[in-house]
C-alpha cells in the first residue's frame, strides 16, 4: 500500500494561469479532502469530496474547484492564480475517521 | 467562526523534559481532536487522537487530556529526545458520518536539545 499520494511534487506557475493538482487516496479510502498550508501557518481546509460530490467546502473563493474520479482520485484546479496562492497543497484520504495526508505539492506562483 | 489557537508557537526544553502544548477551539459541537507531527519538509502525521466521550487518552510517552466544558484540549509529551523535534499541531472536527473537516491551530515548533 503505497499511502496517499500527489502528483506533481513541486510546481511554478506566473500570476493569472491555472494549475491542476492530484491525488490518490490510501487504498480502502473514499473521502478525499484539500487543504492549504501556507508557510509557518497550520493546514486550512479547501474542501472534501465523497462519492464524486463536494460535501463541505472551507472558505475558499470559487477559484478553487475540484473533482473526484470513481477511483475516488481527486482533483484540484486553482484559476486566475495569485501570490497569496503561493502555498503547500496537501490532500488527505480517509474512510470513517483518521485521515491521511499525502506529502503534498508546492505551489509557488511568480 | 469555526477557530482553533494553539500555544505556544515555538517551545524549547532539554532531552528528558516534558513538554505540553495547549490548544482551544471555539465550535462546542466539535467532537474529535487528533494532533499532527510534521518534520520539516514532511507530511503531518496522526500522532494521537481524542473523542469528545474521552478525558484523557495516553500512547507510550504522549497523552492527550480534553476539557469539553472549558473547551481546552492539550498535548502532553513525557521525557522528550531529540527526534521529537518537530511542528506539532491541534486540530478540532465535528465528526459525523464522514465529515470530518479538520480546523487547525497554527502550530507549535518543538526543539529538544541533547
Known amino acids: 500500500d503505497a499511502g496517499v499520494t500527489q502528483s506533481p511534487t513541486h510546481l511554478i506557475k506566473t500570476r493569472g494561469q491555472q494549475v491542476t493538482l492530484r491525488c490518490s487516496p490510501k487504498s480502502g479510502h473514499d473521502t478525499v479532502s484539500w487543504y492549504q498550508q501556507a508557510l509557518g501557518q497550520g493546514p486550512q481546509f479547501i474542501f472534501q469530496?465523497?462519492?464524486?460530490?463536494?460535501?463541505q467546502r472551507g472558505n475558499f473563493p470559487d477559484r478553487f474547484s475540484g473533482h473526484q474520479f470513481p477511483n475516488y482520485s481527486s482533483e484540484l484546479n486553482v484559476n486566475a492564480l495569485l501570490l497569496g496562492d503561493s502555498a503547500l497543497y496537501l490532500c488527505a484520504s480517509s474512510t470513517h475517521g483518521e485521515q491521511f495526508f499525502g506529502p503534498g505539492t508546492r505551489l509557488t506562483v511568480l | 467562526g469555526e477557530n482553533v489557537e494553539q500555544h505556544p508557537s515555538t517551545l524549547s526544553v532539554q532531552e528528558g523534559d516534558s513538554a505540553v502544548i495547549k490548544c482551544t477551539y471555539s465550535?462546542?459541537?466539535?467532537?474529535?481532536f487528533p494532533w499532527y507531527k510534521q518534520e520539516l519538509g514532511k507530511r503531518p502525521q496522526l500522532i494521537i487522537d481524542?473523542?469528545?466521550?474521552?478525558g484523557e487518552k495516553k500512547d507510550q510517552r504522549i497523552a492527550v487530556t480534553l476539557n469539553k466544558t472549558a473547551k481546552h484540549f492539550s498535548l502532553h509529551i513525557t521525557e522528550t529526545q531529540p527526534e521529537d523535534s518537530a511542528v506539532y499541531f491541534c486540530a478540532a472536527s465535528m465528526f459525523s458520518g464522514g465529515y470530518n473537516k479538520l480546523i487547525f491551530g497554527a502550530g507549535t515548533r518543538l526543539a529538544v536539545h541533547p
Open positions: 469530496y465523497y462519492e464524486e460530490e463536494e460535501r
Open positions: 481524542i473523542r469528545s466521550n474521552v
Open positions: 465550535d462546542s459541537a466539535s467532537n474529535y
